[in-house]
């Protein structure tokens, strides 16, 4: 626990930084580097030693959030990625064809939706920060895996008795999911309440903090199942040890890489829920 606690505050302090200068390419920079070091990790759970698969996939991951961060819109972005991932798809199928065998086509298949994942999920983030009201909202996308999983734990720890879903996650409970989802929507709507009262000319859409709340704590708790169903299915406890007590990138962002990309589809999806409304 001493050094869980201690990684926390270390990395709490590295993080800081990054979230004051967020709109600059500092931060854009910090989630190129999660991306890159999050497919790394991922390869190496899924056993991926190739360089020739290792290399373009880091670099992918290194690249996509820096050009979120570049290009003037989502759109035009999302339109260039599209294309990338066309060209890395074929190039893993041509591996998959050349490799005589030693390379199975499920395997690369599975390198190609990891890494997308992965890659999605940070490069979103940089997105959101340039939205509309971006500096209150891409904060969501840690708030709401972090709050889902610190009141999951502690909901389930009191009051836990149907296991969820033991095969995947022995730990979690049918009661600590519930609670996560109902303290994660409390904590958006004081976040909103309390942005309302500290932010000129704005006010919060209560309703959409309740609906985005409902629907990313669902979404936090899903992705963390996700990638504890692959750490799992490949035999390994921590996708790496870059936080000691805690483990690897994708074991402490997980639930925030499944969260940030439904934030930008809700909010393309319908105004209900969009967060905040100027004052008039």
């Not at 995947?168 to 958006?188: M, N």
Request: glycine share 8%; hydrophobic share 50%; aromatic share 18%.
């Amino acid at each position: 626990m001493k050094t869980r606690i201690i990684s926390s505050i270390v990395a709490t302090a590295i993080l800081l930084p990054f979230l004051f200068y967020s709109h600059t390419y500092a931060f854009a920079c910090l989630m190129a580097f999660g991306a890159c070091l999050g497919v790394y990790e991922m390869l190496k759970c899924l056993g991926e030693k190739n360089l020739f698969i290792l290399i373009p996939s880091c670099l992918i991951g290194a690249a996509m959030p820096i050009l979120a961060k570049w290009y003037p819109d989502e759109a035009t972005f999302f339109n260039f990625a599209h294309k990338v991932f066309v060209v890395y798809v074929f190039y893993l199928a041509v591996i998959a064809v050349f490799s005589k065998g030693k390379k199975d086509v499920s395997a690369m298949a599975l390198v190609y939706v990891t890494v997308c994942f992965i890659v999605n999920g940070f490069s979103s983030i940089t997105i959101l920060r340039d939205y509309q009201y971006g500096e209150y909202i891409y904060l969501l996308v840690f708030l709401c895996p972090w709050m889902t999983d610190i009141f999951a734990y502690f909901t389930g720890y009191f009051f836990g008795k149907h296991k969820l879903i033991p095969e995947v996650s022995p730990k979690k409970t049918i009661e600590g999911a519930i609670g996560g989802v109902v303290f994660c929507t409390l904590s958006l709507v004081l976040y909103g309440f309390l942005v309302s009262c500290f932010a000129d000319g704005i006010k919060a859409n209560y309703l959409a903090f309740v609906l985005v709340g409902v629907v990313l704590s669902v979404v936090s708790q899903c992705g963390d199942l996700i990638f504890s169903l692959i750490k799992r299915k490949f035999g390994i406890k921590d996708y790496g040890n870059i936080m000691p007590g805690h483990g690897g990138i994708l074991d402490r962002c997980d639930s925030v890489i499944a969260a940030a990309p439904f934030v930008l589809w809700m909010f393309d999806l319908s105004k209900i829920f969009r967060l905040f409304y100027e004052v008039v």
